[in-house]
């Protein structure tokens, strides 16, 4: 009798068991099915599109078939390398102070600030950059869109700077300041280096997620049918072709748009995988 | 009382100048005293070695000796600590220099995460040593002094934490002496590695007791008595006995040391 009922109750347990963990699998699956879809349907659309001319030319007026969009893939390095100049400094600089000065008031007030601003629409970024930059300046600019950017960059790379620092051991600073070390050069020659790995995986990280930012370029950075350097005048970028064309009537305009889209999605992607191999390849601690 | 007096025979016997002074240091985490009021000298180019049990403050007491302690926050000293003559808790006083001349190894070995010669090359770096000759003449005497060359001499350029637990503690030891300190203050600079490094660590401490004067802590009372010329026995805050080690060990003065040495307690 007793043994019967152990049985019953062991076969119950496998089923509970296995209910349990299909219904994980399943919703895993659920979960990155998107992610296939998308990633299927923007290489199957767009990676016949991509050649050597479609990278090095300009897009073609109305009409004419072909062409490519180079001012865009240039001005979106362009408009990332202004705001990685803008935010690394700023970013590195106050996720250090947290980290160093946890604990204290104004780090906690700076944490609250940086929560916020990570909060913050990017369309409202794009808005107050346009207010306080492009209008003072008198027109559309890579400099402004840079900016907006960089805004959207700092408190991703301030978090992530500041995880990185708190998990170094206590030790390493104790090991330098030991030594007779002043504590800006411990900061600056042992703390750093120490979380170098991890503060450029999370900007990596962070240019990944800004490389597709379309809304506050809109109206700071516009466009440009031309490959343009200047920063002060506008600039394309990947994701504003992409909406530009895509919204077009123009069928060649749709297939630069496709081949955009595909461009943009192998750049993130390889930020990605190249970030989280240098985390795991030179990790510390 | 007895100790320092008990020391000050010794001092005259042996011949050798003081390098370390202390006078009434009284030390407090926020409200709770720490040590309460120690007096001892610590003589030139021998190993001092405080002993006693777990949170009687050995810790505390070599960390005012370099002033690490000031890294902890809501502490106070009271009392004279003077080192290599100077009176270091006075204003003004310059800290990275104390640093250099007094070195430190701590009980778990910190290596920083950089190559092994950067390891060793950064401490003169920070003092102002930029020749590369220079750097790496520091580097080759510090490793042979902390009898560690031969073992690193091929992977210079590899990480410092590549290397086993011995060998990165006696590259602890290395860095330290490559700022060419006067004083080193070890913390159980032992306590984590295996038998083996053990040994070559206490071997290193006999070969350093020439050149520097040495303070360590240790828990274990074969190896005080093993590498120390003078023990110290610390209880709850006070300093109970100093003496030189082959005395204190076999002809305690107090009871309490006496106790802790024979293991009736601690
Ligand atoms: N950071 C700190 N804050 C508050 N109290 C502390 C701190 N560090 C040590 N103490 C206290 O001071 C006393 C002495 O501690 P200390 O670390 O110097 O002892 P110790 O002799 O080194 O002990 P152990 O042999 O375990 O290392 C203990 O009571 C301890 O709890
Ligand atoms: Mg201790």
Redesign the interface.
Known sequence: MKLVNRKRRTARRYFLDRLVRYSVYFLCGVAILPLFFIFGFIFSKGITILDWEFLTSLPKSIGESGGGVVNAITGSLYLVGIAASVAIPLGVAAGTYLSEYRGSKLANILGQAVDVLNGVPSIVIGLVVYELVVLPMGGFSAISGGIALGMIMIPVITRSTEETLKMLPKSLKEASLALGASYATTVLRVVLPAGLTGIITGILVSLARVAGETAPLLFTAFGNPFVNLDPLKPVSSLPALIFNYAVSPYEDWHRLAWGSACVLLLGILALNLFSRWLSRRYRWY | MLATMEYKETEQATATSVKVHVEGLRFFYGASEALHGITLDIPEKQVTALIGPSGCGKSTFLRTL?R?ND?IENTRVEGLVEVLGDNIYAPGYD??????RV??V?Q?S?????TIFENIA??PR??GVRDRATLEEIVEKSLRNAALWDEVKDRMNQSA?GLSGGQQQRL?IA??LA?DPEVILMDEPASALDPRSTAAVEDLILELRNQYTIVIVTHNMQQASRVSDFTAFFYEGDLVELGKTPNLFTCPREKRTEDYITGRFG
Request: include cysteine; glycine fraction near 8%; proline fraction near 7%.
């Open positions: 370099n690490m890294l800290l990275a220099e104390l640093r250099r070195g430190m701590f778990r910190n290596p920083f995460p950089k950064y401490g920070i003092h934490l602890c860095r330290a700022v």
